[in-house]
Structure formats: structure tokens, C-alpha cells
């Protein structure tokens, strides 16, 4: 028997059981009735990058459960003055913290961390690679609609390459039996190795890639990387740019998502962001209910 999760670092490192519940969990959880249930503890909010969502409802699902957290970011702390990361993490746990939710630019920092610090490491997102709570209550999301994961097309439209976020749900999707389908430029979709996830291929046609999908996920798509692949804002929107009229090509039942934050205009319209296909807001409710149910484990609140 495996043991008990001791941090949530990345998707890879979690058994299919370890998974389901998580998820079994955050079905439970209720953020509108506060508990009890992680009273004294203390969850230190360690954030190298801006955030609104994953911070917040890190912060809101801690407190959900009776927990106090504390922010901590570069600008006001010693970081800004040149500490390091492995002694920011030494400090913060020493001064009392029971766990530490980190989000920072470089790949593998929380993975180092955890190396170093004896308190629970939740990774908040990596660089380029990790994002593990964010594809746990995506597929949350998903399950509400669809019941089941094995099967369903899923289609990640827009930068691929530097997206966290495709990564750790082309891992989970896939392993419960979803066929993944990255779309995007070819700068920003390079061709897609089982290696990564067995049943994920890359499109660069949308209209090809959503025929008969499932779910719908679109990336934020940020000027500046285009403008550095030499795409045109105007090329993008006309080319990948998700659309009503583009929304009828998936199946009539097909859901829309976006892990945020969202480009109006830009990866989609207003009508498909607001329109009755959207889990956008559900989504972010989730993401409360799913980070409640992970500070629960790693603390040892729940099983």
C-alpha cells in the first residue's frame, strides 16, 4: 500500500486511487459552511508569481476549514533582498507553518523545496511545467457534466508549449481514458510524444480538432509570445480564436472551460465565455471545494 500523501507536487506522482479520492473529497467539501476541521494549523502562502484564482481560493479553502494562512511574496519579504528559495522555505516552516503553497517561475522549485522541508509542499504551479491542483478540479468540473473521463475528446486550444495547466491535465485526462487534443500554432503545439501521455496528439487545425469533441479548454494566449513567434494577434483570433459558430462543431452537449485568467476577445468571445455551454464560473467554485480537499489530506484531516 502506497503511503499517505505527504505533498502534491505533481499529477505524475499520484496513483489513479490517490486521484479518485481527492475528487471523492472535494465532492464532499461545502466552502459556504465553514468547519473545524484543520483548526491550529497554519498554511503559509508562498507565491513568487501574481495570482488571483489559485491564491484566493487557496487562501479561502484554508480558512473554510478553521486554518489562519499567511501571505508571503517577494516584495515583502526577505526574498526581495536575496534570500533563497530553500531558506525562505526553512524560515517559513520554522516560524510555524504546517504546510506551504508555493507558486513560482521556475520549473521544479517546488519539487526542491519539498526536498528541504520537512512540512507539505503544494505546488500552485511551476514554470512551464506543474499545475496539479488546477487539473484536479478541472476534472471536478468535467465529471459534474460528463460522469466519466474515459472516452471524451478533449480539446486544449492556444499556447500549449508554455502552459502548465495542458500539461497536468494531459496527464490526469489521459490516464482515465480521455483522448487529448492539443490545438494551436505550430510555434506554440509541437508534435506530442506518448512519452508525455499516452492517447495525446496536436492539431493545428481547429475546426479539424473539435469536430465531435467532448470538452472544450481554452489557454490564455499572451501578446508578447506571439509577437515573438512572428503571429499576428489578427492570424490568431481568425485562426483559433474559440466562437459560437466554432462551438457548434464539437457535440451538442460539448462544455466549455478556461483555467483563466480569460482574454475576452482574444482566445474567445464574450457569447461563448458567457453563453450556456460555459463551466468557466463553475470552474472557479471548484477550485475552493478541490484545494479544500487537498489541505485536508496532506494535513492528515482526511484519508
Not at 102 to 124: E, F
Not at 248 to 273: C, F, N, Q, W, Y
Request: with cysteine; proline share 5%.
Amino acid at each position: 500500500m502506497k503511503p499517505p500523501l505527504r505533498s502534491l507536487l505533481g499529477i505524475e506522482q499520484l496513483t489513479t486511487a490517490q486521484i479518485e479520492s481527492i475528487l471523492a473529497l472535494a465532492r464532499r467539501m461545502d466552502p459556504s459552511r465553514p468547519s473545524q476541521l484543520l483548526r491550529g494549523k497554519r498554511v503559509a502562502l508562498l507565491f513568487y508569481e501574481s495570482s488571483t484564482r489559485t491564491r484566493t481560493s487557496f487562501e479561502f479553502a484554508a480558512k473554510t476549514l478553521g486554518a489562519t494562512t499567511t501571505l508571503v511574496t517577494p516584495v515583502s519579504s526577505s526574498i526581495e533582498k536575496g534570500e533563497s528559495l530553500i531558506d525562505t522555505g526553512w524560515t517559513v516552516a520554522n516560524l510555524g507553518a504546517d504546510a506551504i503553497v508555493m507558486r513560482h517561475a521556475n520549473s521544479g522549485a517546488a519539487y526542491l523545496l519539498a526536498r528541504y522541508v520537512r512540512v507539505p509542499i503544494v505546488n500552485a504551479g511551476d514554470g512551464m511545467h506543474q499545475h496539479p491542483s488546477q487539473a484536479l478540479l478541472d476534472a471536478l468540473t468535467i465529471t459534474n457534466h460528463k460522469k466519466r473521463l474515459n472516452g471524451l475528446r478533449v480539446v486544449i486550444v492556444g499556447d500549449v508549449y508554455h502552459s502548465r495547466v495542458a500539461r497536468s491535465n494531459a496527464e490526469l485526462l489521459s490516464r482515465f481514458g480521455a483522448d487529448i487534443v492539443f490545438c494551436g500554432p505550430p510555434d506554440f503545439v509541437p508534435e506530442i510524444s506518448a512519452s508525455l501521455a499516452p492517447g495525446v496528439t496536436a492539431c493545428h487545425d481547429l475546426n479539424i480538432a473539435l469536430q465531435g469533441a467532448d470538452v472544450v479548454m481554452a489557454l490564455r494566449v499572451q501578446k508578447e509570445r506571439l509577437a515573438g513567434k512572428d503571429i499576428s494577434v489578427e492570424d490568431y483570433i481568425a485562426n483559433y480564436q474559440v466562437t459560437p459558430q466554432r462551438m457548434k462543431l464539437a457535440k451538442p452537449d460539448a462544455v466549455l472551460m478556461h483555467p483563466g485568467p480569460v482574454i475576452r476577445g482574444m482566445e474567445l468571445t464574450s457569447e461563448v465565455a458567457d453563453g450556456p455551454q460555459s463551466c468557466i464560473h463553475e470552474q472557479v467554485r471548484n477550485g475552493v471545494k478541490t484545494r479544500m480537499a487537498i489541505l485536508a489530506m496532506l494535513l492528515g484531516a482526511a484519508r
